[in-house]
């Protein structure tokens, strides 16, 4: 069957239920955070729950929730986008659903970074569309320039991107978002990271063109990933459609969920959640400097790209020797492509510190005593 | 663009806006229960918000919900299906999503009734799979017959049906999965209304062949719509794409929802949920056959559909006249198909019976005025 045949498991769920089985098993392989959300989330909840809000939402999400999603990015960015343009989805993982339905064909080509988010293309497989895999590496931040936008209909970016933790600077995305503009291409940016970003403030690529599609959710920054929310943002001549498609393809976002995220603007919590991850990121990626080759420093989201490649052609084989061996999870690079993926694992840093730390220790100790490379 | 060319709307949506401007409206129009869920759902659902779920569950859902389903399949059916083969998905409207990926591939052919519910026809055109309209009338019960499963790959079929109130009865069920399974047609089962059935105690398709594909849902009959859960129960050899396709489409189905859900077969309120609706049918089901012509005598469901061709021959018009004079809401058989749909509209009975006589009430004294026909 053409429709799955393509398409790829993730190897990282034989690592999660391998580490399940181990009691002290150090988790660097999940890409959830641990925070709590913003405290007025779970009084929402509890009010929503109270109040007996289990009916359906409009199919594009309550009307107050779209409102907030837009002032978020007058707040955070200094843009305006009319509520109209926007849609809440089930999950980000909705947005892509309903972003690829909406400008690519049957057979339409679409650009994705290799290493990327490996969904992206398994998207692209369920409904027909073609990927077309642009290898991206340290020498341009992992990042896709505009001379690699050829022969496409649709860009997919990720600013910030997993699993390499690149932002996408402003003159550039600005560049690709011009590009596009003169080629026809329709641009999807996933912002499902942005809000983690760790010294700059990158802006939205809602800023460099109208015909930019927007994703972002509430899983990441917002700490509420088991509430599957996203949003959509889209230009003016594709939101009738993509009404029609929210109606049949979704019926409507979870209802609760919606009623929590009205609570989840809250900023000075925010702020206490992206210096976390930060302080996070400092701590890993000092300590893994020592151990791996890590070619660019991370800048947001909260993944390092750790070449293993001084101990391992495999990295897939090194990942199940470190769980098998020092119970330390973490997820083979080649879950996210094949363009160099082999050398590579990602690390999340998405525990407490103190849990890291235990997790360096051993690896430190155990890549000491083990010979150099298998 | 081929993917969206045929993609139809709902004209229900304008009714809907329409009518949420008239503080005096009667809503026969919405298909959506109106009875709170068990009341261990919303204890359930406190009690996980308190002990802050809000994190990923496994991408097929939680084992303790699948064992349930199972559980529940044993006690209803008599069935014993394993928890391997359900998965919990966001809302039936995911499940549908799976399983026609996972069964019809690109230009696939795929059979449904006409009138039907009209997502099924919308997921084939996102999907890229041709839909084969199967016109059904009162001669059989609006049921599709084994003769019809002709030149197809699949065949879905709702039992009960929507907008048709009609059930498959065991025997016709059984020489339909049987037909199915002679010609290598994957039989799915839409059996999101089981449970709100009347007078008989149908069977699942599942009874019938190992290779069925039952949809079930939270929807309808546990009156969780908001709460956006359903299931899946595939035939063994799907499960491993199946969980593919979650992991990298769904991610995972809402958190809470399905702490909730575990509390959702609390049987003797079932029963009482069943009994409602059978009353408010039985109500309606009379109120209305002395206005209209309704060819056959809904069994399942909350729907009732209505000939209205002695006031109008355009349905949509006359839904539109009843919204405007009387304040009547009703959805217009145009929604459902175009196999004599312009004759029909579709009444739901998910309102108190008070509420539905008003609206009777409306009906008889405007129709009793009003010319014969326009």
Redesign the interface.
């Known amino acids: 069957?053409?429709?799955?045949s393509r398409?790829?498991?993730?190897y990282v769920?034989q690592i999660l239920k391998e580490a399940s089985s181990y009691p002290d098993a150090i988790h660097f392989e999940v890409g959830?955070p641990d925070l709590?959300?913003p405290p007025g989330v779970?009084r929402a909840?509890?009010e929503a729950?109270?109040r007996?809000?289990?009916?359906?939402?409009p199919s594009d999400g309550l009307a107050q929730l779209k409102e907030k999603i837009a002032a978020h990015y007058h707040r955070t960015y200094g843009l305006e986008v009319e509520p109209e343009r926007i849609l809440v989805t089930?999950?980000s993982?909705?947005a892509f659903?309903m972003a690829y339905?909406?400008v690519?064909?049957?057979g339409a080509r679409l650009g994705m970074s290799d290493p990327g988010y490996?969904?992206y293309k398994?998207?692209a497989y369920?409904?027909?569309i073609e990927p077309h895999f642009i290898d991206v590496t340290a020498k341009s931040d992992y990042c896709i320039t505009p001379d690699r936008i050829q022969n496409i209909d649709a860009l997919q970016i990720s600013n910030p991107a997993n699993p390499t933790g690149n932002i996408y600077p402003d003159d550039l995305l600005e560049s690709i978002a011009k590009r596009c503009d003169e080629k026809g291409v329709w641009l999807i940016s996933d912002e499902l990271y942005h809000g983690l970003v760790y010294e700059t403030h990158p802006q939205s690529a809602l800023a460099f063109s109208e015909r930019a599609i927007v994703i972002g959710g509430f899983s990441k920054y917002f700490?509420?990933?088991?509430?599957?929310l996203g949003w959509i943002v889209l230009p003016k001549e594709l939101v009738q459609?993509a009404q029609?498609?929210a109606?049949?393809?979704?019926?409507?976002?979870?209802?609760?969920?919606q009623y929590a995220a009205l609570e989840a603007f809250d900023y000075p919590y925010l702020d206490g959640v992206r210096a976390t991850y930060q302080k996070r990121r400092d701590y890993l990626y000092e300590a893994l400097s020592d151990l791996f080759d890590i070619p660019a420093k991370p800048a947001g989201a909260f993944y390092i790209w750790a070449d293993v490649s001084r101990y391992s052609d495999d990295s897939a084989a090194f990942a199940k020797e470190l769980l098998q061996k020092i119970h330390v999870a973490v997820t083979p690079g080649i879950d996210f492509g094949r363009y160099g993926t082999r050398r590579f694992v990602r690390f999340a840093y998405t525990r407490h510190i103190d849990h890291m730390a235990e997790g360096v220790r051993r690896l430190r100790d155990y890549l000491a005593s083990r010979s150099a490379k298998t």
Do not use: H, W
């Open positions: 069957m053409e429709r799955l398409l790829t498991p993730f769920m959830e709590p959300p779970k909840l509890a729950v109270e007996e809000r289990f009916g359906y939402t089930p999950g993982s909705g659903l339905a909406l690519c064909d049957f490996p969904s398994n998207f369920i409904l027909g700490c509420m990933p088991g509430l599957r459609k029609m498609i109606q049949n393809i979704f019926i409507a976002p979870p209802t609760l969920s």
